[in-house]
């Protein structure tokens, strides 16, 4: 047990929700309380065994850490490969807190099949957790789209009014990115199988491999199409307002706070090494796209009157000043992008849940439904307002860190007018979150009805806190995360350096 | 020359036992419906009893060549018997339950299937033209029987009807096809083909392009794919589940043989462009096609159009890897597509009436063995990681961009982009959608539920660990004299 506990540590915390699942599947359909137990059980038990990869991790270590290697298709080079560096850590705990968090909130609001339900979410988990951890390409592929299964199905049964067709336009606007970079991977396999006499699809060996010219731009396109579909970065994200409006509310959790980083984690992980060219030449749009999706998206999260519809916009904002950062491409906007990524994650995962509080009890998210409801709902309001904090970047919270930091970085850059833009986002976050708030909590109170809404249950509000209590922490420690994500930035900025170096040769 | 054909020796007869086990257990099958009616419920057991027998024999079958040459058994020809026998397998399995259900559990239909397996089966061992044209020939007979098997539906003779007079045009093609072959090279056997100067011989060319249309017409490649929607809707679904599988294969590794054998020094390209053309127009069209269909059965066989057209690509791209991609494509699809056509037959309850897919609404709660199995089918023909369709697009895809086929494989990767509109609809309807029949679906049948099994194991384990599959399919393939370019 103790050497399963230290050799496969990584491989334990991707399959053990995959095992739950599975295990899920022997249940009796009409026991729906031990689904629901057995499910969060499971998620609580992952997450205890990802902790030992925060306290374990070496902050001094370059590379990748925790690496388990097996032949998977040994005829073809393919290999069960996993490791973690700074940004896989931080993506893999958030991974693993924010499903515990989701299911808990679940717990209470879903009745419907919940079997099915529970099983979609750690087969989910396992998707998201081997996306993050693969060093293999083609076992990266097989995770990056069998996360699209479950987010299909819980998307489209336990979604909203709209759910069908938000469902269907999720798995196929990604799925369309996923299918070029398939032929992309396949692509670079061969070329590396051509060049060396052997085959290969792990990362390292591939990372080795440069292309020139037209290759490289159009390999790079078909990876970058595919990671920006999912952040999503600006003209290709009208499928994320539907999918999150429509989503149950610990789909959204999920969707906002893992998946769409995930869009530009693999952005960092492949698209960048190993096309540093063409990622250089491409950076100034990606940094253009970001900054027409922070101003975009923030104006349109101020015209909206639906909530979750609100705060699915301010991902799309948020999320451009990601990419901003890591268009900048500085040692330090690179790592606020990292620290940004779980920042959002938190705090909008927290909204998120707080948005399902509200919906559960009066099932609207108009904001004209509401109104002065902070004296029936204190509790509710406080951790509303806190998440709100967060995610405007009060200092001392989360939010403020990251977003200092990739302004700071992105200043430094040459594109230092990018900065004023993602500034403005910043304030613009400020004047719709606080409407929100305002409309929402403050007002006066408006409404009869939601006289009779009660406060967060016990479980609503342990989830809650404890996306609180790590906002808090991020906010006043950012340097515990910071440490570990430093390292792998500067491993990522030398690799794409000396493969420019290297390149640049006849 | 002719002697080897009228004399046995005793190889011949280990050879081609198992195609006389399989004739056997059919004829056996008919003898005890007429003199014992009442075991007419282990006719089934039988039948898989005799399909086993001939598997057996196959595979313990010494390798080399029988009947002067005409006759092969290789680890190719293992290999694609083990697929056949999959495909019979669960044929027969389905239609257990599917036969109790209309009330038609007659000898005739295992004893046909038996014999049209045994057709599939001499095509794919065959070396000798006029072999595979007898083997098409008798399995198309016997599927002509099986479409009309239910003569009080009238979809089911128009299906009969409409298979014979497509399959019979489809094979004078094909006759007409090895007549000039044979005319050019002066003898039938396959081998005969790669004498020098006959590949760029015209009547050779000629000869090929009208097999290309007579097996297309097999392989319901498009255009030649009109009888399949019509066929599949009327014919009973067990014999489906075979038709849509076993002679599109057979019909591909007799393509692979023939062009290998005409094109030793590599595939011209006027040849190449015209395979590919119907290899995108295959594709395109199945799945455009597909995104309009109602019935559960006809989407399916638009479906089936459309990967053949995958496999199509396989055939312009030639080659070694490119035979062995194809026999991975095709158990990947025997077992989802076999699976999504078992499935089909244990969620309809009325056999005589049309399978609108709206009908399966709400069966996910229903009937959820059945329909997780469907989904699961349906994932693994639109090609979603960790299913067996997957590994099948993965391997062909990557022996079309080995050789430089770019464009080929952008179209198949957006083709497949589009038949996920189709097949996500009906996973869509089975559990997003509210049930509009309020009787539940038939109960499950202990043989159902053993196919649908199978095929749902097959999917994950072939999804999950391909690579032993694939190191035998590379084995079987390096059989074939194939250029690899």
């Known amino acids: 047990m103790d050497a399963l506990l230290r050799d496969h540590l990584l491989t334990l915390v991707v399959f053990v929700p995959a095992a739950g699942a599975a295990l899920l599947l022997l249940f009796p359909r009409s026991a729906p309380a031990a689904a629901r137990n057995v499910a969060l059980a499971v998620s609580i038990l992952d997450l205890a065994l990802s902790l030992p990869l925060w306290t374990r991790f070496s902050v001094v270590s370059e590379g990748f850490q925790f690496r388990e290697k097996v032949d998977w298709i040994p005829q073809l080079g393919i290999s069960y490969s996993v490791g973690l560096d700074g940004i896989s850590l931080l993506l893999v705990l958030l991974t693993t807190v924010l499903t515990p968090v989701a299911l808990l909130f679940s717990l209470s609001h879903v009745e419907k099949e919940v079997r099915g339900y529970s099983v979609a979410f750690l087969v989910l988990e396992t998707g998201m957790l081997g996306s993050l951890v693969a060093l293999d390409l083609a076992l990266f592929y097989v995770f990056w789209e069998v996360m699209l299964v479950p987010m299909y199905f819980i998307i489209g049964i336990w979604g909203g009014p709209r759910r069908i067709y938000a469902s ?114 491409y950076a100034p749009w990606l940094g253009v796209l970001g900054v027409i999706g922070v101003v975009y998206g923030a104006l349109v999260a101020y015209a909206q009157h639906d909530m979750k519809r609100l705060v699915a916009y301010s991902s799309v904002s948020h999320l451009g000043l990601v990419v901003i950062g890591v268009g900048a491409f500085t040692t330090m906007s690179l790592s606020g992008s990292i620290l940004q990524m779980i920042n959002h994650g938190l705090s909008t995962g927290a909204l998120f849940l707080l948005v399902g509080v509200l919906y559960e009890r009066r099932h609207t998210r108009e904001l004209d439904a509401y109104g002065g409801v902070a004296a029936v709902v204190p509790v509710t309001t406080a951790l509303f307002l806190i998440a709100t904090l967060s995610s405007i970047g009060l200092p001392g919270l989360n939010g403020f860190v990251g977003e200092f930091t990739i ?77 570990r994500i430093r390292p792998a930035v500067e491993t990522l900025q030398k690799n794409v350096a000396s493969k420019q170096i290297a390149s640049v040769k006849p | 020359m002719n002697e080897s054909f009228v004399r046995f020796t005793h190889a011949d007869l280990v050879a081609i036992a198992p195609e006389i086990a399989l004739v056997a257990t059919g004829c056996l099958i008919l003898l005890v419906e007429a003199f014992a009616p009442r075991l007419r419920r282990w006719f089934a057991t039988l039948a898989l009893a005799g399909v086993a027998v001939s598997l057996y024999f196959l595979l313990h079958a010494p390798i080399g060549t029988t009947f002067g040459g005409r006759y092969e058994t290789s680890s190719l020809t293992q290999l694609v018997g083990l697929f056949l026998g999959g495909a019979a397998v669960l044929a027969i399995l389905v239609a257990k339950p599917y036969l109790e259900r209309t009330g038609e559990e007659r000898g005739e239909f295992y004893a046909l299937l038996l014999w049209g397996h045994v057709g599939v089966s001499l095509m794919t061992r065959g070396l000798d033209l006029l072999i595979v044209f007898i083997g098409l020939e008798t399995l198309s007979l016997a599927f002509y029987v099986l479409a009309g098997i239910f003569r009080r539906i009238s979809a089911s003779s128009e299906a009969a009807l409409k298979y014979f007079l497509t399959g019979a045009f489809g094979s004078a093609f094909t006759l007409y096809g090895v007549a000039l072959l044979f005319g050019a090279s002066g003898g039938t056997r396959i081998e005969e083909l790669s004498s020098p100067g006959l590949a ?24 030649f794919h009109a009888w399949a929607p019509d066929v599949y809707q009327g014919m009973p679904t067990p014999a489906v589940a075979y038709l849509s599988v076993a002679p599109k294969g057979a019909a591909v590794l007799v393509l692979f043989r023939v062009f290998g054998a005409v094109f030793e020094h590599g595939m011209p390209d006027r040849f190449r462009t015209a395979i590919a053309a119907l290899a995108i127009l295959s594709m395109t069209l199945g799945n455009v096609v597909a995104l309009a269909q109602r019935d559960a059965k006809r989407l399916l066989a638009y479906s089936g159009i459309a990967q053949m057209g995958y496999v199509t690509i396989a ?63 349906l994932f693994s023909l639109a090609g979603i990681p960790a299913t067996a369709g997957f590994i099948g697009k993965f391997f062909l895809f990557k022996a079309a961009l080995e050789q430089g086929f770019y464009a080929l494989a952008l179209i198949g990767v957006l083709n497949s982009l589009v038949s996920i509109g189709y097949y996500l609809k009906v996973v869509y309807i089975l559990y997003m959608r509210d049930p509009v029949e309020s009787d539940p679906p038939p109960p499950l049948a202990p043989a159902d539920r053993l196919a649908l099994a199978l095929c749902a194991a097959g999917i994950l384990a072939l999804g999950i660990f391909p690579s032993s599959l694939w190191e035998i399919a590379r084995h079987a393939a390096a059989t074939l004299p194939l250029i690899s370019p």
């Open chain 2, 315 to 377: 055939l312009a791209v030639f080659g070694r890897d490119a035979l062995a991609a194809v026999l991975v494509y095709f158990f990947a699809y025997l077992v989802s597509n076999a699976g999504a056509f078992a499935a089909v037959s244990a969620l309809y309850r009325d056999e005589t009436k049309p399978h609108p897919v709206g009908l399966l609404a709400g069966a996910g709660r229903r009937a959820p063995f059945a329909s997780a199995v469907l989904a699961l089918c």
């Open chain 1, 168 to 281: 269907m336009k999720f798995f196929l606007f990604t799925m369309a990115g996923s299918l070029l970079m398939f032929l992309a991977i396949l692509f670079l396999a061969i070329r590396y199988h051509a060049v060396t006499g052997v085959w290969s699809f792990a990362l390292d060996d591939l990372y080795r491999m440069t292309f020139t010219g037209r290759t490289e731009t159009l390999l790079f396109l078909a990876f970058a199409l595919a990671f920006a579909i999912k952040v999503p970065v600006f003209p290709l994200h009208t499928w994320l307002p539907d999918a999150h409006t429509e989503a149950p509310t610990a789909g959204s959790i999920i969707l906002a706070g893992v998946l769409l980083k995930l869009g530009v984690y693999g952005y960092l992980r492949f698209a960048l090494p190993l096309f540093p060219d063409a990622a250089m030449r």
């Open chain 1, 407 to 483: 302004l700071l970085g992105t200043w430094l850059s040459p594109h230092r007018w990018w900065t004023y833009a993602a500034a403005t986002g910043v304030i613009l976050s400020a004047i719709y979150m606080l409407t929100l708030v305002q409309r929402v909590f403050w007002n006066p109170f408006a409404h009869e009805e939601n006289r009779e809404l009660t406060d967060v249950r016990p479980s609503e509000f342990i989830a809650a806190s404890v996306l609180v209590v790590l906002m808090v922490w991020v906010g006043t420690r950012p340097n515990d995360l910071l440490d």
């Open chain 2, 200 to 223: 760029e011989s015209n009547a050779v060319a000629f000869g090929l392009l009208l097999l290309l249309v007579g097996f297309g017409f097999k392989m319901s490649l498009a255009p």
